[in-house]
Protein backbone atom coordinates (compact mmCIF):
# COMPACT_ATOMS: atom_id res chain seq x y z
CA UNK A 1 0.00 0.00 0.00
CA UNK A 2 2.93 2.18 0.66
CA UNK A 3 4.71 1.44 -2.25
CA UNK A 4 1.97 2.02 -4.25
CA UNK A 5 1.51 5.60 -2.65
CA UNK A 6 5.07 6.30 -3.48
CA UNK A 7 4.84 5.41 -6.32
CA UNK A 8 2.05 7.40 -7.44
CA UNK A 9 3.99 10.74 -5.63
CA UNK A 10 6.81 10.99 -7.85
CA UNK A 11 7.65 13.75 -10.23
CA UNK A 12 8.59 12.28 -14.34
CA UNK A 13 10.33 15.02 -16.25
CA UNK A 14 12.14 15.03 -19.38
CA UNK A 15 15.81 15.04 -19.90
CA UNK A 16 16.80 17.47 -22.36
CA UNK A 17 20.35 16.91 -24.80
CA UNK A 18 22.05 19.90 -26.16
CA UNK A 19 23.13 19.20 -29.50
CA UNK A 20 25.79 22.54 -30.65
CA UNK A 21 25.55 21.72 -34.55
CA UNK A 22 24.70 24.75 -36.32
CA UNK A 23 23.26 22.87 -38.93
CA UNK A 24 20.47 21.43 -37.02
CA UNK A 25 19.69 24.12 -35.15
CA UNK A 26 19.69 26.06 -38.50
CA UNK A 27 17.16 23.68 -39.49
CA UNK A 28 15.35 23.56 -36.67
CA UNK A 29 15.18 27.04 -36.33
CA UNK A 30 13.52 27.52 -40.40
CA UNK A 31 10.96 24.45 -39.54
CA UNK A 32 9.77 26.42 -36.16
CA UNK A 33 9.27 29.63 -39.08
CA UNK A 34 7.47 27.46 -41.59
CA UNK A 35 4.78 26.36 -39.14
CA UNK A 36 4.17 29.76 -37.61
CA UNK A 37 4.21 31.12 -41.17
CA UNK A 38 1.70 28.53 -42.40
CA UNK A 39 -0.19 28.96 -38.53
CA UNK A 40 0.00 33.18 -39.19
CA UNK A 41 -0.92 33.33 -42.89
CA UNK A 42 -3.04 30.38 -43.67
CA UNK A 43 -5.12 29.43 -41.02
CA UNK A 44 -5.80 32.46 -39.24
CA UNK A 45 -5.50 34.96 -41.75
CA UNK A 46 -6.72 33.42 -44.93
CA UNK A 47 -9.01 30.15 -43.38
CA UNK A 48 -10.02 33.15 -40.68
CA UNK A 49 -9.31 30.28 -37.71
CA UNK A 50 -10.08 32.76 -35.22
CA UNK A 51 -14.22 33.28 -36.45
CA UNK A 52 -17.04 30.50 -35.72
CA UNK A 53 -18.86 30.55 -38.77
CA UNK A 54 -22.79 30.32 -39.71
CA UNK A 55 -23.47 27.99 -42.88
CA UNK A 56 -27.02 27.99 -42.47
CA UNK A 57 -28.36 30.80 -44.91
CA UNK A 58 -31.73 31.10 -45.15
CA UNK A 59 -32.58 33.17 -48.17
CA UNK A 60 -35.34 34.38 -50.11
CA UNK A 61 -35.76 34.72 -53.99
CA UNK A 62 -37.84 36.95 -56.34
CA UNK A 63 -37.64 37.52 -59.83
CA UNK A 64 -38.92 39.56 -62.84
CA UNK A 65 -38.21 39.13 -66.36
CA UNK A 66 -39.18 42.49 -68.60
CA UNK A 67 -38.50 42.60 -72.77
CA UNK A 68 -41.03 42.34 -75.71
CA UNK A 69 -39.92 39.98 -78.17
CA UNK A 70 -41.64 38.82 -81.90
CA UNK A 71 -42.90 35.29 -82.50
CA UNK A 72 -44.64 33.89 -85.25
CA UNK A 73 -45.63 37.57 -85.98
CA UNK A 74 -47.30 37.91 -82.77
CA UNK A 75 -45.71 40.52 -79.98
CA UNK A 76 -44.52 38.60 -76.91
CA UNK A 77 -44.87 40.02 -73.75
CA UNK A 78 -43.59 38.65 -69.80
CA UNK A 79 -46.95 36.41 -69.59
CA UNK A 80 -46.25 35.24 -73.12
CA UNK A 81 -42.86 33.82 -73.08
CA UNK A 82 -42.02 33.45 -68.87
CA UNK A 83 -43.21 30.17 -66.89
CA UNK A 84 -44.32 29.70 -64.55
CA UNK A 85 -45.83 32.95 -64.00
CA UNK A 86 -44.77 33.28 -59.87
CA UNK A 87 -41.32 34.82 -60.36
CA UNK A 88 -39.23 32.32 -58.46
CA UNK A 89 -36.60 31.61 -58.02
CA UNK A 90 -36.83 28.82 -60.96
CA UNK A 91 -38.37 30.16 -64.08
CA UNK A 92 -38.15 29.58 -68.25
CA UNK A 93 -37.94 32.03 -70.60
CA UNK A 94 -39.06 30.60 -74.33
CA UNK A 95 -37.46 30.94 -77.04
CA UNK A 96 -39.07 28.51 -79.68
CA UNK A 97 -42.30 27.13 -79.67
CA UNK A 98 -43.63 25.01 -82.00
CA UNK A 99 -47.25 25.62 -82.05
CA UNK A 100 -50.04 22.91 -83.00
CA UNK A 101 -53.30 24.70 -83.36
CA UNK A 102 -57.17 23.42 -83.09
CA UNK A 103 -56.52 20.06 -82.42
CA UNK A 104 -59.62 17.92 -81.29
CA UNK A 105 -60.03 14.44 -80.40
CA UNK A 106 -60.44 12.12 -83.08
CA UNK A 107 -58.13 9.70 -85.49
CA UNK A 108 -55.41 10.84 -87.31
CA UNK A 109 -52.50 9.64 -88.62
CA UNK A 110 -49.25 10.24 -86.87
CA UNK A 111 -46.57 12.78 -88.09
CA UNK A 112 -42.75 10.62 -86.40
CA UNK A 113 -41.79 8.66 -89.22
CA UNK A 114 -40.66 5.40 -86.60
CA UNK A 115 -44.59 4.68 -86.75
CA UNK A 116 -44.15 4.47 -90.96
CA UNK A 117 -46.61 1.89 -92.17
CA UNK A 118 -47.81 -0.39 -95.09
CA UNK A 119 -50.53 -2.52 -93.87
CA UNK A 120 -52.53 -2.71 -90.53
CA UNK A 121 -50.05 -5.37 -89.75
CA UNK A 122 -46.84 -2.83 -89.04
CA UNK A 123 -48.80 -0.73 -86.57
CA UNK A 124 -50.02 -3.71 -84.60
CA UNK A 125 -46.34 -4.11 -82.80
CA UNK A 126 -46.96 -0.33 -81.81
CA UNK A 127 -50.58 -0.48 -80.13
CA UNK A 128 -48.98 -0.11 -76.46
CA UNK A 129 -46.43 2.18 -77.00
CA UNK A 130 -46.15 5.46 -75.00
CA UNK A 131 -43.68 7.30 -77.51
CA UNK A 132 -46.94 8.64 -80.33
CA UNK A 133 -48.92 11.39 -80.04
CA UNK A 134 -52.13 9.52 -79.07
CA UNK A 135 -53.07 5.77 -78.50
CA UNK A 136 -52.30 3.94 -81.91
CA UNK A 137 -55.25 2.03 -82.79
CA UNK A 138 -53.83 -0.41 -85.23
CA UNK A 139 -54.65 0.57 -88.52
CA UNK A 140 -52.91 1.99 -90.96
CA UNK A 141 -53.77 5.29 -92.82
CA UNK A 142 -52.64 4.52 -96.35
CA UNK A 143 -52.42 7.50 -97.81
CA UNK A 144 -50.25 9.03 -95.41
CA UNK A 145 -48.36 6.10 -94.98
CA UNK A 146 -47.86 6.00 -91.01
CA UNK A 147 -49.92 4.40 -88.32
CA UNK A 148 -53.72 5.93 -87.08
CA UNK A 149 -53.96 7.58 -83.46
CA UNK A 150 -56.76 8.05 -81.71
CA UNK A 151 -56.30 11.69 -79.45
CA UNK A 152 -55.78 14.91 -79.98
CA UNK A 153 -55.68 15.66 -83.86
CA UNK A 154 -53.80 16.28 -85.93
CA UNK A 155 -50.51 15.17 -84.21
CA UNK A 156 -48.11 17.62 -83.54
CA UNK A 157 -45.05 17.95 -85.55
CA UNK A 158 -41.93 19.09 -84.22
CA UNK A 159 -39.68 19.42 -87.18
CA UNK A 160 -42.00 22.17 -88.68
CA UNK A 161 -39.97 25.10 -87.11
CA UNK A 162 -36.69 26.45 -86.13
CA UNK A 163 -36.95 30.05 -85.61
CA UNK A 164 -36.41 31.18 -82.35
CA UNK A 165 -37.01 34.34 -80.51
CA UNK A 166 -34.04 36.83 -80.90
CA UNK A 167 -34.92 39.16 -78.57
CA UNK A 168 -34.46 37.43 -75.41
CA UNK A 169 -30.79 38.50 -75.93
CA UNK A 170 -32.14 41.64 -74.66
CA UNK A 171 -34.82 40.99 -71.67
CA UNK A 172 -33.47 41.78 -68.49
CA UNK A 173 -33.74 39.63 -65.63
CA UNK A 174 -34.13 41.53 -62.18
CA UNK A 175 -33.38 39.41 -59.12
CA UNK A 176 -34.55 40.38 -55.80
CA UNK A 177 -32.73 38.12 -53.24
CA UNK A 178 -32.63 38.67 -49.61
CA UNK A 179 -30.85 36.37 -46.91
CA UNK A 180 -30.55 36.09 -43.11
CA UNK A 181 -27.76 34.70 -40.86
CA UNK A 182 -29.73 33.56 -37.93
CA UNK A 183 -26.63 32.40 -35.65
CA UNK A 184 -25.34 36.49 -35.76
CA UNK A 185 -29.08 37.84 -36.51
CA UNK A 186 -27.67 39.81 -39.75
CA UNK A 187 -30.26 40.44 -42.54
CA UNK A 188 -28.84 41.87 -45.45
CA UNK A 189 -30.41 42.05 -49.19
CA UNK A 190 -28.71 42.26 -52.39
CA UNK A 191 -30.41 45.77 -54.12
CA UNK A 192 -27.79 47.79 -51.00
CA UNK A 193 -28.70 51.30 -50.83
CA UNK A 194 -30.05 52.10 -54.13
CA UNK A 195 -33.32 53.86 -54.36
CA UNK A 196 -32.85 53.93 -58.27
CA UNK A 197 -32.35 51.02 -60.04
CA UNK A 198 -31.66 52.03 -63.67
CA UNK A 199 -28.24 49.81 -64.35
CA UNK A 200 -27.43 46.82 -66.01
CA UNK A 201 -25.11 43.96 -64.21
CA UNK A 202 -21.11 44.16 -65.29
CA UNK A 203 -18.74 42.25 -63.68
CA UNK A 204 -16.48 45.13 -63.89
CA UNK A 205 -18.19 48.38 -63.35
CA UNK A 206 -21.35 47.40 -62.07
CA UNK A 207 -21.06 44.60 -60.23
CA UNK A 208 -23.50 45.35 -57.00
CA UNK A 209 -26.11 45.74 -59.87
CA UNK A 210 -29.08 42.81 -59.73
CA UNK A 211 -30.60 43.01 -63.18
CA UNK A 212 -28.86 41.27 -65.68
CA UNK A 213 -28.89 41.21 -69.77
CA UNK A 214 -29.83 37.58 -70.87
CA UNK A 215 -26.73 37.94 -73.27
CA UNK A 216 -24.40 38.82 -70.75
CA UNK A 217 -25.61 36.07 -68.39
CA UNK A 218 -24.96 33.79 -71.59
CA UNK A 219 -21.89 35.15 -72.24
CA UNK A 220 -20.66 35.20 -69.00
CA UNK A 221 -22.01 31.16 -68.55
CA UNK A 222 -19.82 30.62 -72.15
CA UNK A 223 -22.79 29.68 -73.43
CA UNK A 224 -23.71 30.35 -77.09
CA UNK A 225 -27.30 32.21 -77.32
CA UNK A 226 -28.07 30.04 -81.09
CA UNK A 227 -27.51 27.22 -79.71
CA UNK A 228 -29.46 27.42 -76.27
CA UNK A 229 -32.02 29.46 -78.24
CA UNK A 230 -32.90 26.63 -80.64
CA UNK A 231 -32.72 23.31 -77.97
CA UNK A 232 -33.30 25.39 -74.83
CA UNK A 233 -31.07 24.80 -71.86
CA UNK A 234 -30.15 25.33 -67.85
CA UNK A 235 -28.16 28.05 -66.72
CA UNK A 236 -27.57 29.09 -63.25
CA UNK A 237 -27.38 32.34 -61.47
CA UNK A 238 -25.00 32.39 -57.92
CA UNK A 239 -25.22 34.46 -55.62
CA UNK A 240 -22.99 33.90 -53.50
CA UNK A 241 -22.84 35.67 -49.52
CA UNK A 242 -19.40 35.29 -47.99
CA UNK A 243 -19.13 37.45 -45.32
CA UNK A 244 -16.92 38.97 -42.47
CA UNK A 245 -18.76 40.35 -39.32
CA UNK A 246 -15.79 41.63 -37.81
CA UNK A 247 -15.76 44.47 -40.69
CA UNK A 248 -18.99 46.71 -41.25
CA UNK A 249 -22.03 44.90 -41.88
CA UNK A 250 -22.27 47.23 -45.26
CA UNK A 251 -19.31 45.04 -46.64
CA UNK A 252 -21.45 42.15 -46.57
CA UNK A 253 -22.29 41.89 -50.32
CA UNK A 254 -22.90 39.68 -52.84
CA UNK A 255 -21.18 38.22 -55.82
CA UNK A 256 -22.44 37.12 -58.93
CA UNK A 257 -21.12 34.29 -60.85
CA UNK A 258 -22.60 32.36 -64.06
CA UNK A 259 -22.71 28.77 -64.86
CA UNK A 260 -24.52 26.52 -67.60
CA UNK A 261 -25.91 23.78 -65.03
CA UNK A 262 -26.82 21.14 -68.07
CA UNK A 263 -23.29 20.70 -68.99
CA UNK A 264 -22.90 17.50 -69.13
CA UNK A 265 -25.35 16.82 -71.23
CA UNK A 266 -24.87 19.41 -73.97
CA UNK A 267 -23.22 17.84 -76.70
CA UNK A 268 -25.42 14.60 -75.90
CA UNK A 269 -27.57 12.78 -78.75
CA UNK A 270 -30.15 11.25 -77.04
CA UNK A 271 -31.18 14.26 -75.19
CA UNK A 272 -30.84 17.96 -75.88
CA UNK A 273 -31.47 20.86 -74.51
CA UNK A 274 -34.50 21.42 -72.42
CA UNK A 275 -38.50 21.04 -73.68
CA UNK A 276 -41.92 21.19 -72.33
CA UNK A 277 -44.86 21.32 -73.76
CA UNK A 278 -48.46 22.74 -72.88
CA UNK A 279 -51.74 23.39 -74.10
CA UNK A 280 -54.04 26.67 -74.24
CA UNK A 281 -57.80 25.37 -74.57
CA UNK A 282 -61.49 26.80 -75.85
CA UNK A 283 -64.68 25.79 -76.67
CA UNK A 284 -66.46 26.18 -80.17
CA UNK A 285 -70.04 27.40 -80.22
CA UNK A 286 -71.74 24.42 -80.28
CA UNK A 287 -69.46 23.45 -76.74
CA UNK A 288 -67.02 21.14 -78.64
CA UNK A 289 -63.28 21.49 -76.75
CA UNK A 290 -60.36 22.34 -78.79
CA UNK A 291 -56.73 23.36 -78.10
CA UNK A 292 -53.55 24.65 -79.67
CA UNK A 293 -51.06 22.78 -78.12
CA UNK A 294 -47.08 24.57 -77.37
CA UNK A 295 -44.09 22.47 -77.74
CA UNK A 296 -41.64 25.18 -75.69
CA UNK A 297 -38.09 25.28 -76.02
CA UNK A 298 -36.78 27.54 -73.35
CA UNK A 299 -33.80 28.82 -71.62
CA UNK A 300 -34.29 27.90 -67.78
CA UNK A 301 -32.71 30.06 -65.15
CA UNK A 302 -32.48 28.35 -61.06
CA UNK A 303 -31.07 31.21 -58.68
CA UNK A 304 -28.58 29.42 -56.33
CA UNK A 305 -27.90 31.20 -53.62
CA UNK A 306 -25.02 29.93 -51.36
CA UNK A 307 -22.77 31.82 -48.25
CA UNK A 308 -21.80 31.92 -44.83
CA UNK A 309 -20.47 34.33 -42.08
CA UNK A 310 -17.95 34.30 -39.60
CA UNK A 311 -17.27 36.64 -36.38
CA UNK A 312 -14.54 36.27 -33.95
CA UNK A 313 -15.44 34.09 -31.05
CA UNK A 314 -12.81 33.58 -27.79
CA UNK A 315 -13.55 29.29 -28.10
CA UNK A 316 -11.91 28.82 -31.86
CA UNK A 317 -9.63 31.76 -30.86
CA UNK A 318 -7.65 29.98 -28.03
CA UNK A 319 -8.20 26.17 -29.43
CA UNK A 320 -6.23 27.42 -32.89
CA UNK A 321 -3.43 29.62 -30.84
CA UNK A 322 -3.00 26.10 -28.57
CA UNK A 323 -2.32 23.96 -31.58
CA UNK A 324 -0.61 26.50 -33.39
CA UNK A 325 2.09 26.63 -29.98
CA UNK A 326 1.68 22.40 -30.05
CA UNK A 327 2.38 22.72 -33.57
CA UNK A 328 6.02 24.33 -33.49
CA UNK A 329 7.54 21.37 -31.25
CA UNK A 330 6.85 19.19 -34.64
CA UNK A 331 10.32 21.03 -35.06
CA UNK A 332 11.72 18.79 -33.26
CA UNK A 333 10.58 15.71 -34.70
CA UNK A 334 12.16 16.32 -38.22
CA UNK A 335 15.07 17.38 -36.16
CA UNK A 336 15.19 14.25 -34.41
CA UNK A 337 15.30 12.17 -37.21
CA UNK A 338 17.98 14.24 -39.08
CA UNK A 339 19.88 14.25 -36.30
CA UNK A 340 19.94 10.34 -35.18
CA UNK A 341 20.25 8.83 -38.88
CA UNK A 342 21.70 10.96 -41.25
CA UNK A 343 24.73 13.22 -39.26
CA UNK A 344 28.14 12.23 -39.00
CA UNK A 345 28.15 11.23 -35.65
CA UNK A 346 24.34 9.86 -35.41
CA UNK A 347 25.62 6.93 -33.43
CA UNK A 348 27.27 8.99 -30.62
CA UNK A 349 24.17 11.58 -30.64
CA UNK A 350 22.04 8.43 -30.37
CA UNK A 351 24.17 7.21 -27.21
CA UNK A 352 23.27 10.52 -25.45
CA UNK A 353 19.67 10.88 -26.34
CA UNK A 354 19.17 7.16 -25.27
CA UNK A 355 20.96 6.39 -21.81
CA UNK A 356 20.42 3.05 -21.07
CA UNK A 357 20.33 2.58 -16.92
CA UNK A 358 20.78 -1.10 -15.53
CA UNK A 359 21.96 -2.69 -12.53
CA UNK A 360 25.99 -1.34 -12.83
CA UNK A 361 24.00 2.09 -11.89
CA UNK A 362 24.23 0.76 -8.75
CA UNK A 363 27.99 0.28 -9.06
CA UNK A 364 28.69 3.59 -8.75
CA UNK A 365 30.35 4.54 -5.44
CA UNK A 366 27.64 6.66 -3.75
CA UNK A 367 25.56 3.88 -3.51
CA UNK A 368 28.29 1.08 -3.02
CA UNK A 369 28.70 3.38 0.21
CA UNK A 370 25.20 2.63 0.81
CA UNK A 371 25.29 -0.73 0.27
CA UNK A 372 28.25 -1.34 2.96
CA UNK A 373 26.66 -0.05 5.48
CA UNK A 374 24.01 -2.76 5.11
CA UNK A 375 21.12 -0.12 3.88
CA UNK A 376 18.46 -1.58 2.07
CA UNK A 377 18.18 0.51 -1.10
CA UNK A 378 15.01 -0.28 -2.91
CA UNK A 379 15.66 1.05 -6.68
CA UNK A 380 13.18 1.42 -9.23
CA UNK A 381 13.59 2.58 -13.15
CA UNK A 382 11.20 3.55 -15.29
CA UNK A 383 11.90 5.22 -19.03
CA UNK A 384 9.21 7.39 -20.51
CA UNK A 385 8.54 9.42 -23.61
CA UNK A 386 9.93 8.26 -26.51
CA UNK A 387 11.52 11.18 -26.96
CA UNK A 388 14.41 9.43 -24.76
CA UNK A 389 13.80 11.21 -21.36
CA UNK A 390 14.10 8.54 -18.31
CA UNK A 391 13.43 8.89 -14.67
CA UNK A 392 15.00 7.04 -11.65
CA UNK A 393 13.24 7.24 -8.72
CA UNK A 394 15.12 6.27 -5.33
CA UNK A 395 12.87 5.18 -2.34
CA UNK A 396 15.49 4.48 0.85
C1 LIG B 1 -30.62 44.46 -78.72
O1 LIG B 1 -30.38 45.81 -78.40
C2 LIG B 1 -29.38 46.39 -79.21
C3 LIG B 1 -29.11 47.79 -78.67
O2 LIG B 1 -30.15 48.30 -77.94
C4 LIG B 1 -29.88 46.42 -80.65
O3 LIG B 1 -28.91 47.01 -81.49
C5 LIG B 1 -30.14 44.99 -81.10
O4 LIG B 1 -30.66 44.97 -82.40
C6 LIG B 1 -31.09 44.30 -80.16
N1 LIG B 1 -31.17 42.89 -80.51
C7 LIG B 1 -32.29 42.32 -80.93
C8 LIG B 1 -32.20 40.91 -81.33
O5 LIG B 1 -33.32 42.94 -81.01
Redesign the pocket.
Known amino acids: MFGWVAGFFTYETTKSVVVKSWLVGIINRIAQLLIIIYFVGWVFIHEKAYQVRDTGIESSVMTKVKGFGFYNNTLMDVADYVMPKQGASMFCIITRMVMTPNQMQSTCPETDRTFSCNTDNDCKQHISSNLPSGKITGKCVTEAKRCEILGWCPAEDDLKTNETM??V??FTIFVKNSIHFPRFNVTRGNLGKKNKLKCVFDPENNTDCPIFRVADVLKYANVDFQHISTNGGEIGINIAWICNLDQHVDNCKPKYTFTRLDNAFKDSSITKGYNFRFAKYFKTVDGKEYRTLHKAFAIRFDILVSGNAGKFHLIPTVINVVAACTSVGLATVLCDIILLNFLKGAKQYKAKKFEEVSDSVSRSPSLDLYQTSQVTIKREEKSSDDSGAYSIGHHV
Request: hydrophobic share 0%; aromatic share 0%.
Open positions: QEEN
